[in-house]
T-cell receptor, first 113, second 108 residues
Framework: NAGVTQTPKFQVLKTGQSMTLQCAQD?????MSWYRQDPGMGLRLIHY???????DQGEVPNGYNVSRSTTEDFPLRLLSAAPSQTSVYFC????????????FGPGTRLTVT | GIQVEQSPPDLILQEGANSTLRCNFS?????LQWFHQNPWGQLINLFY???GTKQNGRLSATTVATERYSLLYISSSQTTDSGVYFC??????????FGAGTRLTVKP
C-alpha cells in the first residue's frame, strides 16, 4: 500500500498561472479531502468528496476547483494563482465504515510569486 | 462552524517527563481525531476518539463529549515525540475543523 500520494512535492508559480495538484490513494477510501496549512496555523478544509462524482466545498474553497472521476484520484486545480495561495497543501482520505481515521499525504509546498 | 481551541500552544519538556494536551470544542461532535505532525511535516493519525478512552503505547486519549473536551496524554516523552499535535472535530464526518495545535519540544 502506497497510502496517499501527492505530486508535486514543491512548486513555484507566478501570479495568474494555473496548475493542478495531484492526489491519489490506493486504500479504496470513499472520502477524500484537500486542506491548506499556513504558517503557525492548523489545517483548513478546501474541498471534499464523499465518493466518485460527488464534491462539496469546505471552509476556504475560493480560487480552487476539484473533481472526482474515480475513487482513487482527487485533483485540486488552481485556476489563477494568487500570492495568498502560498501554502502547504495536504490531501487526505478516510474510510466511512467502522473507522473514520484520516490518512494524509506528504504535502505539496506551493509558492506563488 | 465548530470552534476548536487547543492548549497550551507551546510545551517544552525534558525527556522522560509526562504531559497533557487539551482540546476544547464549541459544539457536539461525532468525530474527533488527534494527529501528530512531525518536524518534517508529515501528519500521522494518533486516535479516532469521539468519546471514551483509548491507549496506544505511551499515548492515551480521553474525550468527554458531554463537556466538549478531549485530552491527549504523553507519558515518558522521547525526543521523537517532538512536533505539533492537532485536534480535529466534525459533526457529520465531512467538514473537519482543526485547532491551531500544541507545539511540543522534548529535550534530551
Amino acid at each position: 500500500n502506497a497510502g496517499v500520494t501527492q505530486t508535486p512535492k514543491f512548486q513555484v508559480l507566478k501570479t495568474g498561472q494555473s496548475m493542478t495538484l495531484q492526489c491519489a490513494q490506493d486504500m479504496n477510501h470513499e472520502y477524500m479531502s484537500w486542506y491548506r496549512q499556513d504558517p503557525g496555523m492548523g489545517l483548513r478544509l478546501i474541498h471534499y468528496s464523499v465518493g466518485a462524482g460527488i464534491t462539496d466545498q469546505g471552509e476556504v474553497p475560493n480560487g480552487y476547483n476539484v473533481s472526482r472521476s474515480t475513487t482513487e484520484d482527487f485533483p485540486l486545480r488552481l485556476l489563477s494563482a494568487a500570492p495568498s495561495q502560498t501554502s502547504v497543501y495536504f490531501c487526505a482520505s478516510s474510510d466511512r465504515g467502522e473507522s473514520y481515521e484520516q490518512y494524509f499525504g506528504p504535502g505539496t509546498r506551493l509558492t506563488v510569486t | 462552524g465548530i470552534q476548536v481551541e487547543q492548549s497550551p500552544p507551546d510545551l517544552i519538556l525534558q525527556e522522560g517527563a509526562n504531559s497533557t494536551l487539551r482540546c476544547n470544542f464549541s459544539d457536539s461532535v461525532n468525530n474527533l481525531q488527534w494527529f501528530h505532525q512531525n518536524p518534517w511535516g508529515q501528519l500521522i493519525n494518533l486516535f479516532y476518539i469521539p468519546s471514551g478512552t483509548k491507549q496506544n503505547g505511551r499515548l492515551s486519549a480521553t474525550t468527554v463529549a458531554t463537556e466538549r473536551y478531549s485530552l491527549l496524554y504523553i507519558s515518558s516523552s522521547q525526543t521523537t515525540d517532538s512536533g505539533v499535535y492537532f485536534c480535529a472535530v466534525d459533526r457529520w464526518f465531512n467538514d473537519m475543523r482543526f485547532g491551531a495545535g500544541t507545539r511540543l519540544t522534548v529535550k534530551p
